[in-house]
């Protein structure tokens, strides 16, 4: 058995990876409260108003704890094994400058911690209306915030822009500074602020031409429409670079602001085709001898050019909103008492509503797809698809992306006791 001291014990040849529980987690629970009040607007009609929050703690994060340290002529660092002394940072000593030797630092070595949380506060408002006469409705508005420090997987908008779908995992990757809990603080991956959902149901009234005549009760009787509409925000955007962080011996980061460039202004003077102005970002280079914006200290020199964890925050766009309708027709003939046929049509998406995708967010995409960055500054001179919105797949749940009809010929049978219980 090996001494816990001379721990981590290094095989020749071969790097330490994997994922791995850190002894000191804890159980993850979640907090839940909520108030509400409800009022009777009218006859059958109810207005409820409620806020509902929930905290979450000591929720699980996969965190790559040997990022590597960051040297300086007053501070260096010294390698555990060879003894040598480190003052220059680069991606190539990067693994020279980590904390365990003979252990990966890009990823694929982490510890799986219990140390991200969450919040989610939200003003639910809903109005229901029971069928009265003839006549039901459902409508209900959430206004709400989810913030956390790692989303699980599920439920966000990925950089390519496609919704993630899985829901494999309870633990988040979070990208960027491994050792900041702050790093990764924002808006949750699913979080949308707004969101409107409202069904209804309506039995046509009879004409009263129709009344007298048999035709005119066997044509124009028994109608019933009915529908819902969905209104949503978009995703959030996380803008990312895959190369960025290499000083670090990162594998993935986040970029920088442009010179000047906010929030707002990546969400204005948008070029044509694209969602969000991809000019507002650079990605973020240090040039050999310049200082490490993310060390905090101007005798952090790079020794080499590469890449800092960047200053655009996690989440920091809106993705485009959503909408749908869904519409039917109903047509019911009794039969006799206990039976009647009902001829039905269903409109999912019935105005044919194309619901885009999140645009491409990952800053790598700019030479992938024939743009171009200045090499110096990481400023952009052509960002090719980066910005761009290519797919209209992210959609409300269970709803087409295109147009779709359906039509549908049902015997409905009731049976004779359950009649007779009615009748009752």
């Not at 960025?244 to 970029?255: E, F, K």
Request: charged share 15%; proline share 8%; glycine share 10%.
């Amino acid at each position: 058995m090996v001494p816990q001291s001379l721990y981590p014990v290094i095989q020749p040849g071969i790097m330490l990876a994997g994922n791995y529980l850190d002894r000191n987690n804890r159980t993850p629970y979640v907090q839940q409260f909520n108030a509400s009040v409800q009022y009777e607007l009218a006859r059958n009609t109810t207005l409820q108003v409620a806020y509902v929050g929930t905290r979450g703690v000591r929720l699980y994060r996969f965190v790559g704890i040997n990022q590597p340290q960051i040297a300086t002529l007053t501070r260096p660092v010294i390698n555990a094994v060879t003894g040598e002394v480190i003052t220059t940072n680069t991606p190539d000593n990067a693994l020279l400058r980590a904390p365990m030797q003979g252990v990966w630092t890009n990823g694929a070595f982490v510890l799986n911690r219990t140390d991200a949380q969450s919040t989610y506060h939200s003003l639910q408002v809903s109005v229901n209306r029971s069928m009265s006469p003839g006549l039901q409705f459902q409508a209900a508005y959430t206004f709400s915030k989810s913030i956390d420090n790692a989303s699980g997987a599920g439920g966000g908008a990925g950089s390519n822009g496609v919704i993630d779908t899985s829901s494999a995992l309870d633990t988040a990757i979070i990208p960027g500074n491994q050792l900041d809990p702050r790093s990764n603080h924002g808006v949750s991956d699913f979080d949308r602020p707004q969101r409107f959902v409202a069904a209804w149901t309506w039995d046509l009234p009879q004409p009263d031409f129709a009344k007298s005549s048999t035709a005119g009760r066997w044509m124009l009787a028994n109608w019933q429409i009915s529908g819902i509409v969905t209104l949503m925000s978009g995703l959030p955007i996380d803008v990312v670079d895959p190369a960025g962080g290499s000083l670090y011996g990162q594998v993935g980061a986040r970029p920088n602001w442009a010179l000047g460039a906010n929030r707002r202004t990546a969400m204005s003077n948008t070029p044509p085709g694209y969602y969000f102005n991809p000019y507002a970002f650079a990605m973020a280079i240090v040039q050999p001898g310049q200082p490490i914006p993310s060390a905090h200290d101007p005798n952090a020199l790079a020794g080499d050019v590469g890449t800092d964890f960047g200053k655009v925050g996690r989440n920091a766009l809106r993705g485009p909103a959503q909408s749908c309708v869904d519409f039917s027709v109903l047509k019911r003939w009794p039969i006799r008492e206990s039976a009647s046929l009902e001829l039905r049509a269903d409109f999912f998406n019935l105005f044919n509503h194309p619901n885009r995708n999140n645009p491409i967010s990952d800053i790598s995409v700019v030479t992938a797809t024939g743009g171009s960055v200045d090499p110096i500054s990481g400023r952009i001179l052509s960002p090719g698809d980066f910005g761009r919105t290519l797919g209209v797949s992210s959609k409300p749940a269970n709803h087409p992306v295109g147009r779709q009809v359906q039509f549908l010929v049902v015997p409905n049978r009731v049976c004779k006791t359950a009649a007779a219980r009615v009748r009752r």
